[in-house]
């Protein structure tokens, strides 16, 4: 019997891989702080399962420097191999992406991709000028991170300064040939064949042969707040917001005001959680907003109004601190989101502020019925008028009690009446 359990030990050994699995993840889109909980999560969980390896599958333009870097410091701190591999054909490691691509254990690229421009870019998108001092400093730090990351994982350490000094780029061939990447791979499948057996530096063998795949995706809420990383996004909703509730505030009443713009409001509080933003911008938008809403009361001839529009300006492209990113609001977004809402607003105010200043008329007019003159009208008294009793005033000729008027006139709750001859 032990001699029989012995034998199915040996068997289940040679047929059962060690190394329990190989873990999937895919980060498409920008890098942000959902997509870098989200590969920081996975990674820790291929740790506490013991897989074999981890390959993360990329496809990004760049992101947030701070989310980039959560990214690379799991990456380097993981017990299990990590594999980034750039994939499929017509993918980009680009920017943070290229930081991301040389802190993996391998690295892998399919044919028809590419990887670099890792240059900082400023908030509206125009490469950084190289003589500003500030600019200048970012420049060096991100040049140090990514030459010591180079020469940690033994890859080109020079053709990395390029990417971030002069947006160099590369192929996956011109990669390979430069000692940026170790492998190319034209599918997940072929990159896995071409694991297997492969040494790290370090002396660690992958084994991928028969391996079970198992791909992590992001949670709901992960994927929720990834869509509110986008700035223009942010932007449009706090806009929203705000003028959705300016809206309720002139025409009093829950509706659409209220639920739209306090729905947009929150959404917008969530995305200014996720990217990095400023205060002096939220506090120009806002008394941009105050301005334009104190312009409807005051008469200052539209000049609250262009100070708003101003303030509203300048807090838009305050708003964020995406220095170094290709996330960015661009000029376009601004442009159409506040003169459309100022445009919307002028006219709702416009009209709200008309409709207050108007005299009020009551829901049905007494002029051209006719009544009986309960007192002597000099110039007034009281009047009987569809059997109800109503304050009149004599206009004309004098009108003596019993006589029969007619109403040609309302004031509020007071009636204009003749005597019918």
């Known amino acids: 019997m032990r001699r029989f359990l012995l034998a199915v030990a040996v068997w289940i050994a040679a047929v059962v891989p060690a190394g329990g699995e190989v873990v999937r993840l895919s980060l498409d889109g920008t890098v942000n702080p959902a997509t870098s909980s989200y590969v920081v999560r996975g990674l820790r969980e291929a740790s506490r399962s013991g897989a074999e390896l981890a390959v993360l599958v990329l496809d990004t333009p ?97 053709w990395a300064e390029r990417a971030v000094r002069e947006s160099a780029t590369a192929t996956a061939t011109e990669a390979l040939d430069l000692g940026v990447i170790e492998l190319i791979a034209d599918s997940f499948s072929s990159l896995l064949a071409a694991l297997d057996g492969y040494t790290l530096p370090d002396g660690r063998v992958l084994h991928t042969a028969g391996l079970p795949v198992r791909e992590i995706g992001m949670t709901l809420q992960e994927k929720f707040f990834s869509y509110l990383a986008d700035p223009n996004l942010v932007y449009i909703l706090l806009l929203l917001g705000l003028y959705g509730l300016i809206y309720e505030f002139f025409t009093p009443g829950i509706g659409i005001g209220l639920v739209g713009g306090g729905i947009s409001l929150f959404l ?50 305050s708003l964020f601190e995406l220095e170094g990113t290709p996330l960015r609001l661009s000029w376009g977004t601004v442009a159409a989101t506040v003169g459309t809402l100022t445009l919307v607003f002028l006219f709702i105010a416009s009209k709200g502020l008309l409709a207050q200043r108007r005299r009020p008329r009551p829901l049905t007019t007494m002029v051209g019925l006719t009544g009986i003159a309960k007192d002597d009208l000099a110039p007034e008294g009281w009047v009987l008028v569809k059997g109800e009793y109503w304050r009149a005033r004599a206009e004309g000729n004098p009108i003596r009690k019993g006589d029969r008027v007619r109403v040609v006139d309302q004031e509020r709750s007071r009636l204009i009446v003749r005597r019918e001859e």
Request: aromatic letters at 4%; hydrophobic letters at 50%.
């Open 268 to 317: 917008a509080i969530l995305g200014l959680q996720i990217l990095p933003m400023s205060f002096v911008g939220i506090g120009l938008i806002l008394f941009g907003v105050l301005l334009m809403v104190l312009d409807a009361f005051t008469p200052t001839n539209g000049i609250l109004t262009v100070g708003g529009v101003v303030s509203l300006l300048i807090g838009s492209f």
């Open 62 to 158: 760049g992101g947030l420097d701070t989310a980039m870097k959560e990214i690379m410091e799991a990456i380097l701190s993981s017990p299990v191999p990590v594999v980034v591999w750039v994939g499929p054909a017509g993918a980009r490691a680009a920017s943070a992406g290229t930081f991301i691509l040389i802190s993996a254990d391998v690295a892998a690229m399919a044919p028809g991709t590419s990887t670099g421009a890792a240059h900082p870019v400023a908030l509206a998108g125009e490469t950084v000028p190289e003589d500003d001092p500030t600019v200048q400093k970012a420049l060096n730090d991100a040049v140090s991170r990514i030459r010591s990351v180079a020469e940690l994982r033994g890859r080109n350490a020079d």
